[in-house]
Nanobody
Framework: QVQLVESGGGLVQAGGSLRLSCAAS????????MGWYRQAPGKQRELVAT???????NYADSVKGRFTISRDNAKNTMYLQMNRLKPEDTSVYYC???????????WGRGTQVTVSS
């Protein structure tokens, strides 16, 4: 119903910046909230940030003040601007969307972010 494709991951030095994008297609009219999650090797997947259809945002404590989530509904695209990156930010970052009549969850395949020290 909804397809999500992440892009923008890569290798960056500590203190650098990176911007991730998530392009949505399919039944995009049904999407409500969207968010970014990340999962490092040996760790559980964790919430990074969310943005509701109305624009309200929430962030994990570990990224507050450094990351900014945004959403361009006209382009069906969500972004995650990551500044002052730290080695502990190294993870696979996943795009998530919630929507539909039953609150279904949709996931992208992930994009690797590696921060070198």
């Amino acid at each position: 119903q909804v397809q999500l494709v992440e892009s923008g991951g890569g290798l960056v030095q500590a203190g650098g910046s990176l911007r991730l994008s998530c392009a949505a297609s399919g039944s995009i009219f049904s999407i409500r909230a969207m968010g970014w999650y990340r999962q490092a090797p040996g760790k559980q997947r964790e919430l990074v940030a969310t943005v509701a259809s109305g624009g309200s945002t929430n962030y994990a404590d570990s990224v507050k003040g450094r990351f900014t989530i945004s959403r361009d509904n006209a382009k069906n695209t969500m972004y995650l601007q990551m500044n002052r990156l730290k080695p502990e930010d190294t993870s696979v970052y996943y795009c998530n969307a919630e929507g539909g009549s039953y609150g279904s969850l949709f996931w992208g395949r992930g994009t690797q972010v590696t921060v070198s020290s």
